[in-house]
């Protein structure tokens, strides 16, 4: 989703200013044969460059999407003809290629276009063999011949982004190649200005030998911060801090690295050895009295090196020559000295990155001037006659220096109990330094144990009482509020700060959180149904902030969720059916994609009873799914799912011998086993992983660790469209939860022996239609063979079928009634729960008809569901033995179950509801009741899904969609 929001910033924004690049850019960095869309045809233009950057994103249905606008315009553009071959290629539809291909040849057949996409067709088939030769000849660091074969095998360009930026990789390990491949990827960013891909690849050239380009490095570490390029982008970032020239303004830089990296070892290694460096020529200045001017090398700005001479010029005649150099390296180590180290007679400087933000300015004359008064000041500047002769013991500053780096060790070690010790006992040491109070208010922030908040908050009351003003406290006590989402505090804080000493970073931040309160705002608003000031006030974010490239893309989110929530909220729910209104399904679908691409956190809590015999067929089941779904590739997402369950049959009262006697083998002991009671609890933990696409889903767990009895299950699903019918097709193992028995599996009180955990093996097939409009209808088709541990093998047959009628059928309202048949068919009668029954119900023939109405509505936060339904049944069960698994058995007990036939009517009502609490939270529950002779089922289910990344797009689902536990697919 990032790499969505940055498209539309960069990708959209500048289409229509840059003329059209190729999609998969020649090798030589230049457009070879490739026509530019016609300068007037901006239209045109805008949209092709639009194709080309969703699809080299990932993003194919957004890449189509915007084709088809193309095609209104342009029905025969070439380039867009190969944006969609290309997406065809990906979705391996060889057909589609092939005819897309027909057309291009058709309108030209010598065109670029048509030579590009056979290339990019013979990458996976054809050339297979002449690319394992060419990398294996760069992995050889033979990079010459493997640039000069790949560039004669594509001699159009590269077929591929990547192959494109493997292609530059392999120039750049060239002799005297960086150079060509520095202005090749160069060349690629100017085409497509958009791609940060191929920024970030040309910023890596610039920055992997020394001198490190400080502007290429300040677009990296810009970078780290977008998740789909933030690990190359670290790494990239690393590279660079370990080939830093020896600088004042390097160590800033390192510094600044590890503010994020704190346990890199080898970038703190060679921190060390420069400060050590610099310290050790400070030293030896002040020992040897070396003059001023020839320390000219250390210094880290021209205004440092003025104010520090200027100093040395005006002393009293009996200050030492040490006192004046020690006057002058005070004034170098300035925290605020950022500049790379000047040479003698230039006074020029190059602005640094501090924390990561670039073009810090050099520091003030007046800054500098207060730093050589400290260090000349009597409590502080050393006398000739103290001066030691061996190393000095560490002052206290440096003892809380080492302190931190010690917490900060403990920190990563997963020991924050001990971190915080640790910085407590070091902030005395330093008392004004406010990044040791940084570092222990975010721990106390962390582990957010009682007072802790108050505590972070304190420690900083503390040092802005005794400096109210000092911009490094107020800076860090905001960032702190920032990582506590208090965004209005760390305003009210950065308010507090001097006008004039806001240097860019605090400038960043202020922005920055100013952006958040107004989202947040605007979030609230939409929650609210007031879907026009949210986007009003979002409308004059985004004016404010400008070309801001790291603040717009989160605006543009933000306008893309609440145009979509406004248009759900009043189009009619059913407008993504095929003969809804276009506007508002694709609005819904872009809000779909929203969510899409967030992560979520879902639990439940699910309460499942039924009367019965005590022991055997009572049932009451307790179930807390807990759900983590995250986006993956190609519009996918991954699903965890854990389960805690606690399942209870009742007691068994051995001595009621009529009930007893039919579980287990009880009745071959009686009646000496029947003293005492068994209590049929189990408890568990299920585990389920997936994933899921396009209607398509693949899952595999385990029934509850813990039970009696564990199983294997999965399944595959696909759902799809046939014309105007949607299908689905579901091959599954699945535990069968209808009882104790059949779930978890039991012992048999006699022999210990085990049985049940009872599985459905098999397929089920579903058609339907509904076209949004007053009728629709479904039915399926389910074959499964019921096997368990110790229970005879069964086979079932499920014919369901139904229709309904949309009596309300308006956008957030509906009323409909309907008729449902069902047709159940069991190959044995295995519902009992004596030693081979699987004590699930499995009458040989059972139908039903039931006459169901339910009524729905939504508002803009709450949607709600009532279902009340009539049923008339008619079963009829055969005749079983007692130990159908165990013929030894069944001959001593010589005992069956006999046949039987019945009918029934029954009545259910359900109601379900959702409700958006935040932005981000939704929350709901589901309530059944059956009533029907000899079966009274009740479920209570609670549940809530909360999305991680950002403010969930949709409105509340309607009707309510509850989270689906892994025991229930």
């Not at 007037?40 to 957004?62: I, K, M, P």
């Not at 059916?577 to 679908?589: C, I, L, N, V």
């Not at 408890?683 to 899921?692: C, R, T, V, Y």
Request: aromatic residues 6%; glycine residues 8%; proline residues 5%.
């Amino acid at each position: 989703m990032q790499r969505t929001l940055i498209g539309a910033a960069l990708g959209l924004g500048l289409a229509s200013l840059t003329p059209a690049a190729s999609l998969a850019a020649p090798a030589a960095g230049v457009e070879a044969g490739t026509r530019a869309v016609p300068a007037g045809d901006t239209a045109v233009a805008a949209l092709a460059s639009q194709a080309r950057f969703w699809y080299g994103e990932g993003r194919d249905d957004l890449a189509e999407e915007t084709v088809n606008k193309l095609f209104r315009l342009a029905p025969d553009n070439l380039q867009g003809l190969e944006v969609m071959a290309r997406v065809e290629l990906r979705r391996r539809h060889p057909d589609a290629v092939h005819t897309l291909l027909d057309r291009m040849r058709r309108l030209q057949p010598d065109a670029v276009e048509i030579r590009r996409v056979e290339a990019a067709m013979r990458v996976d088939t054809d050339d297979r063999e002449a690319l394992r030769r060419i990398r294996a000849l760069s992995r050889a660091n033979r990079n010459a011949n493997a640039a000069s074969a790949m560039r004669s095998l594509y001699p159009d360009g590269m077929p591929t982004e990547d192959m494109t930026l493997e292609y530059w990789r392999m120039v750049a390990g060239t002799a005297n190649g960086t150079a060509r491949a520095r202005a090749g990827l160069l060349e690629l960013t100017r085409q497509d200005p958009g791609n940060l891909r191929y920024r970030l690849a040309r910023d890596e050239l610039l920055t992997a030998r020394a001198p490190v380009d400080r502007d290429a490095l300040a677009r990296i570490v810009a970078m780290t911060k977008m998740p789909n390029y933030a690990k190359q982008a670290r790494a990239a970032w690393r590279r660079a801090m370990l080939i830093l020239e020896n600088s004042a303004a390097s160590v800033a830089l390192l510094r600044a690295y590890l503010l994020e990296e704190k346990n890199d070892s080898a970038v703190r290694g060679r921190l060390g050895r420069m400060t050590a460096g610099a310290a050790g020529h400070r030293r030896a200045l002040a020992a040897d009295h070396v003059a001023p001017e020839k320390a000219l090398p250390l210094y880290s700005s021209a205004a440092a090196v003025s104010a520090a001479v200027s100093a040395a010029a005006t002393a009293t005649a009996s200050a030492s020559a040490t006192t004046t150099t020690a006057t002058i390296t005070a004034a170098t180590a300035s925290p605020a000295a950022t500049a790379k180290p000047l040479q003698a007679g230039d006074h020029k400087t190059e602005a640094g990155l501090v924390h990561g933000a670039p073009g810090r300015p050099a520091p003030s004359d007046v800054t500098v001037a207060a730093a050589v008064q400290t260090a000349s000041s009597p409590s502080t500047a050393p006398s000739p006659s103290s001066a030691p002769a061996t190393p000095a013991a560490p002052t206290a500053s440096e003892r809380a220096s080492k302190l931190r780096v010690e917490a900060d060790d403990l920190r990563v070690a997963g020991n924050s109990t001990a971190a915080i010790a640790v910085l407590e006992s070091a902030i005395p040491l330093d008392p004004d330094d406010p990044w040791l109070r940084f570092d222990l208010a975010r721990l106390y922030s962390r582990r957010n144990a009682p007072g802790d908040m108050q505590h972070a908050d304190a420690l900083f009351d503390v040092l802005l009482a005794r400096q109210p003003a000092d911009p490094a406290a107020l800076y860090a006590y905001a960032l702190i509020d920032e990582s506590r989402d208090r965004p209005q505090a760390a305003l009210a804080t950065l308010q507090r700060m001097p006008v004039d000493a806001r240097e860019p970073k605090f400038i960043a931040l202020q922005r920055r959180l100013w952006v958040t309160q107004r989202i947040q705002h605007a979030a609230l608003l939409v929650a609210d149904g007031r879907t026009e000031q949210a986007s009003q006030q979002l409308n004059d974010t985004a004016s404010a902030i400008g070309a801001d490239t790291d603040l717009a893309p989160r605006i543009a989110q933000a306008q893309m969720q609440a145009k979509a929530q406004a248009k759900i909220q009043a189009d009619a729910r059913r407008a993504t059916a095929a003969t809804g209104s276009p506007d508002s399904g694709k609005y819904r679908a872009l809000a779909e994609t929203l969510d899409a691409g967030s992560t979520w956190l879902a639990g439940a809590i699910d309460l499942r009873t039924r009367s019965g015999s005590a022991g055997k067929s009572q049932y009451a089941l307790t179930e807390l799914p807990l759900e983590y779904r995250t986006p993956w590739r190609d519009g996918s997402h991954v699903f965890l799912q854990a389960a805690v369950v606690h399942g209870s049959a009742g007691t068994l009262d051995l001595a009621a011998s009529g009930d007893a006697a039919r579980f287990g083998s009880v009745l071959l002991c009686q009646p000496t086993c029947t003293v005492g009671g068994i209590a049929r609890n189990v408890d568990g933990l299920g585990l389920a992983a997936g994933i899921e696409r396009d209607g398509q889903r693949a899952d595999i767990g385990l029934t509850p660790l813990g039970f009696p009895v564990q199983n294997l299950v999965g399944g595959v699903l696909q759902k799809g469209d046939l014309g105007a019918f949607s299908y689905s097709v579901d091959a599954s193992r699945r535990a069968l939860t209808g009882s104790i028995l059949s779930y978890a599996g039991a012992r048999d009180p006699r022999t210990g022996a085990t049985w049940g955990g009872v599985l459905a093996n098999g397929v089920r097939v579903g058609l339907s239609r509904d076209d949004g409009g007053s009728f629709g209808a479904w039915g399926s088709l389910g074959l499964h063979r019921l096997t368990g541990r110790n229970v005879q093998t069964n086979d079932r047959m499920q014919l369901m079928g139904g229709g309904y009628w949309r009596l309300i059928n308006e956008t957030d309202r509906e009323l409909s009634a309907g008729a449902n048949m069902l047709y159940w068919r069991f190959s044995k009668n295995a519902g009992e729960y004596t030693f081979g029954h699987g004590g699930y119900y499995s009458p040989q023939r059972f139908v039903s008809l039931a006459l169901p109405v339910t009524f729905g509505q939504r508002t803009a936060r709450l949607s709600y569901s009532i279902r009340g339904a009539l049923s008339a049944s008619r079963s009829s069960t055969a005749a079983a033995d007692y130990f159908p698994t165990r013929p030894d058995l069944q001959a001593q007990a010589d005992a069956h179950y006999t046949a039987s036939t019945g009918r029934g009517v029954g009545r259910s009502l359900a109601a379900a509801f959702e409700y958006q609490m935040r932005p981000k939270l939704f929350v709901g529950g589901r309530f059944e009741i059956d009533r029907s002779t000899d079966y009274a089922p009740n479920r209570l289910f609670f549940y809530f899904r909360y999305d991680l990344d950002r403010s969930g797009a949709r409105p509340v689902a309607f009707p309510p969609e509850p989270l689906i536990p892994a025991s229930q697919f």
